[in-house]
């Protein structure tokens, strides 16, 4: 499968942005998808996971609350609903698939085999 990320771009603090995770050669039902960022000098980190079934979603605690990750099968697409943004939210965001995840993992990056390009993100103050 490959993943197209999208949606990106600059907002001000307390803006929004929805980013886009759609899959290609292969239908995404059946694969856990889950988005991380890195921001400049730091290390990637986990942001927010959806499982298989799109039952049941985690989000990182410094986004809890403020970003919602939903997915449409039908459109083999994962969205990432960001709201209230902060500068600190800046970052590229990647995201990642796996038919086998194991959800207790889902936080870390070794879960997924299959990851888009990122899309940056950034937030002005």
């Known amino acids: 499968v490959q993943l197209q990320a999208s949606g990106g771009g600059l907002v001000q603090t307390g803006g929004s942005l929805r980013l886009s995770c759609t899959a290609s050669g292969d239908t995404f039902r059946g694969y856990g998808v889950g988005w991380f960022r890195q921001a400049p000098g730091n290390e990637r980190e986990f942001v927010a996971a959806v499982s298989r079934t799109g039952g049941g979603a985690d989000y990182a605690d410094s986004v809890k609350g403020r970003f919602t990750m939903s997915r449409d099968n039908a459109k083999n697409t994962v969205y990432l609903q960001m709201n209230s943004l902060k500068p600190e939210d800046t970052a590229t965001y990647s995201c990642?698939?796996?038919?086998?995840?194991?959800?207790?993992?889902?936080?870390?990056?070794?879960?997924?085999?299959?990851w888009g390009q990122g899309t940056l993100v950034t937030v002005s103050s």
């Open positions: 990642a698939a796996s038919r086998t995840i194991i959800w207790s993992s889902r936080a870390s990056s070794r879960m997924y085999a299959y």
